[in-house]
């Protein structure tokens, strides 16, 4: 069975850190280029980061740029988001998505294949 499966979410303080781990069951995510994306109460999925097959291509959401990074470790079959400097709108459900046959990475949620079942992300005082 194919499944993705997204952990390191939880409740910080503004201006801090976590890193979500994305990890596959079931099929080698180096044969995809995994996206990061999130969803906060009452508003659409929007795409965070993504990072291609090789990692050698990302890109981020203008909201996260210079507080967040991605990164992949294909040993590991676990793709990460680093993010850094959290703000209270960053609060969302964040969710992991493998898409293939793309060089690069796409942040569009119609692209990716599968998904994951999300992690929540509270920021707050």
């Known amino acids: 069975q194919l499944q993705l499966v997204e952990s390191g979410g939880g409740l910080v303080q503004p201006g801090g850190s976590l890193r979500l781990s994305c990890a596959a069951s079931g099929f080698t995510l180096d044969n995809y280029s995994i996206g990061w994306f999130r969803q906060a109460p009452g508003k659409e999925r929007e795409g965070v980061s993504c990072i291609s097959i090789s990692g050698r291509y990302t890109n981020f959401a203008d909201s996260v740029k210079g507080r967040f990074t991605i990164s992949r470790d294909n040993a590991r079959n676990t793709v990460y988001l680093q993010m850094n400097d959290l703000k209270p709108e960053d609060t969302a459900v964040y969710y992991c998505?493998?898409?293939?046959?793309?060089?690069?990475?796409?942040?569009?949620?119609?692209?990716?294949?599968?998904w994951g079942q999300g992690t929540q992300v509270t920021v707050s005082s």
């Open positions: 998505a493998a898409e293939g046959a793309n060089y690069y990475c796409s942040a569009d949620v119609t692209d990716y294949e599968y």
